[in-house]
């Protein structure tokens, strides 16, 4: 599995033969890896962990370019599908779906999940977290949320061994609770901090949650660059 961060909480991860974005808010994200479009020849799903626009952000234009199928909550999928996304695989917490080789799973996570039309908001259903699996190797990206016991019960139930982990504070856990979730609830062998750096919003420092956990070697990775695990 190559796992590579975009910048905020975007990845494209590549396993079993797939090509697979995660929450991709590229235009406008300062961070993505400028360029990166036009070396992806294919991409087969879009997973979305909520539908805040920084996380919603250019699904609707790289489905619709792609082909590429729309695994989300089922108010997301209604939401993208109304603006012709033909490809859907609409979910909600606690289910596990399989396609290609690739298993899903949407989990919980604890935050918001609207995006404002005419200044209202309109409802996308509950955040989740996603653990990606193929292969073996199980990925668990944890979405916007803060630290949470039952993070203990997802590691139990899914096995994940990478954990792309937010520590920006302010909308998700900071350095010190994302720790926290790390060292007492998950227990990765590989954990890569996210949701950082990208707007000054965004105060949590990467380097102060490495220092933090014990339990699992943290990777700072750099936008555009890859992980293999
Ligand atoms: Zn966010």
Redesign the pocket.
């Known amino acids: 599995m190559r796992i590579t961060w975009l910048g905020h909480?975007a990845f494209h991860i590549q396993a079993a033969g797939r090509d697979i974005l995660v929450d991709p808010f590229w235009t406008g994200n300062p961070r993505f890896p400028q360029g990166y479009e036009d070396g992806l020849a294919k991409v087969d799903t879009i997973v979305l962990t909520h539908g805040?626009e920084?996380?919603l952000g250019d699904t609707v234009r790289l489905a619709k370019k792609y082909g590429a199928t729309v695994v989300a909550q089922y108010e997301i999928c209604m939401f993208v599908g109304g603006q012709g996304v033909e490809r859907l695989e609409p979910m909600n917490t606690g289910g596990c779906i399989r396609r290609d080789g690739v298993r899903y799973c949407m989990v919980p996570a604890f935050h918001s999940s609207a995006v404002i039309r005419d200044g209202t908001p309109v409802t996308m259903g509950d955040p989740a977290g996603f653990v990606i699996e193929a292969e073996g190797t199980a990925v668990y990206h944890a979405g916007?949320t803060c630290v949470f016991s039952d993070m203990a019960l997802i590691q139990r139930i899914h096995r994940p061994k990478v954990g792309l982990i937010p520590v920006g504070d302010r909308?998700t856990m900071g350095p010190e609770t994302a720790a926290l979730a790390c060292n007492e609830f998950l227990d990765l062998e590989i954990v890569v901090p996210i949701?950082w750096g990208t707007f000054d919003l965004l105060h949590g420092d990467p380097h102060e949650f490495a220092r933090l956990v014990r339990r699992g070697r943290v990777v700072i990775l750099e936008p555009g660059q890859s992980l293999e695990v």
């Open positions: 909480a805040h920084d996380h916007d909308f949701h």
